[in-house]
């Protein structure tokens, strides 16, 4: 036989276990209220980095375990925990991937641990892509980078929303058009520094899940920065955008520009979340089936109960498959040759959402009350098919790499 396993190992299991103490009592006790007051629960998030779990480390340690579970194992008890919280606590690392997906080691090593501050002093950062006309269709995108020679500065204008954590992070790192004529390929990802002026928050939005997690426009104007703050550097974007520009003039393929470098390194980390909402809106489900009891017998006693249990265990489980095989696949070097990210990705966010609605029909009235957390859990879980590529995207993403063709 050979080695094939998927059984965690010690260090997996520890982690595991520890991570779903730290859910189980501190971030659960704290989800209503935090949903209700619809504010970052910097409390909750300074518990968890006095016990080195919102650091810069810790992350470090999960992403670089070599079989590639470490991220989604801490995700999904995270998430199991709250989504809202849950958000709240990793919302750092979309900006900290973007970082490490286009930086050099010198700005990885300058910015990153900005981003999370101490245990003392608790810092946030944010990643900003998306702006109020340019979602899904990354290549609209307005927010303007240009370039001053003469003092070695950036200029950036422009504004994005649907930012975690934007406007109160210590670190933004922005994606911004440096030459509108290459599209979505004349992009580039920028840092903005702690209080750098010509930054602040637009609009704060009020949302029907995941309210624990701050979303908000980031407005720029006239922002600047060193020529340090472009990722990667600038030989290194002149180069790309001259063979870019050579792909044009022959009608070459796309090539990735920087917020989909960053997307495609996270979807199954954001598949590992709605897992875990997903599997805590389960087992609510099954012990109040267990428990309460109609017509002189508990309700899983009926076949249609019974069944939809089954059912939601049986996707929950199909669901973390796919998220482990694509952080395996991601860890190990393979290529997505079926884009196995994105179907990680779509799978479980839409597993998600049917599993939390299935929870709310077997507790009944109780499971449209605030008193029962499956409630909050549906609406946390209505995101995961929405943000980091709709569902839509995720299949046309899927589409076009197991067709080789530029379906619209």
Known sequence: MGDFTLELNEDQKALRDWIHGFAADVM??????????????WP?????????LYSMDFYAQAFFD???????????????????????????????????ANGTEEQIGTWVPQMFGTADDVKVAAFCSSEPDAGSDVSAMRTRAVYDEAKDEWVLNGTKTWATNGGIANVHVVVAVVDPALGSRGQASFVIPPATKGLSQGQKFKKHGIRA??????????????????????????????????????????????AM????????????????????????????AKTRVQFGRPIIDNQGIAFALADMRTRIDAARLLVWRAS???????????????????????????????AMQILGGNGYTREYPVERMHRDSAIYTIFEGTSEIQRLVIARTISGLPIR
């Open 28 to 41: 659960r006790p704290a989800a209503a209220e935090w949903d209700e007051r619809e504010e970052t629960p």
């Open 44 to 52: 909750v998030i300074q518990e968890a980095a006095k016990i080195g």
């Open 66 to 100: 070599p079989t590639g579970l470490g991220i989604p194992v801490a995700m999904e008890e995270l998430f199991w925990g709250d989504a809202g919280i849950g958000l709240s606590i990793v919302g750092t690392t979309l900006a900290a991937v973007g970082v490490l």
């Open 213 to 258: 997690s701050h979303t908000a426009e980031v407005v720029l104007e006239d922002v600047t920065i060193p020529g340090s703050c472009l990722l990667g550097g600038k030989e290194k974007l002149d180069d790309r955008l001259a063979r870019a520009r050579e792909k044009q003039k022959a009608g070459g393929e796309r090539s990735k520009n920087a």
């Open 261 to 288: 470098a960053t997307f495609e390194a996270s979807r199954p980390a954001v598949g590992a979340q709605a897992v875990g909402i997903a599997r805590a809106a389960y087992e609510v489900a099954l012990e109040y």
């Open 328 to 358: 395996w696949m991601a860890a190990a070097g393979r290529p997505f040759t079926a884009a196995e990210g994105s179907m990680s990705k779509l799978y479980a966010g839409e597993t998600a959402k049917w599993v939390t609605a299935s």
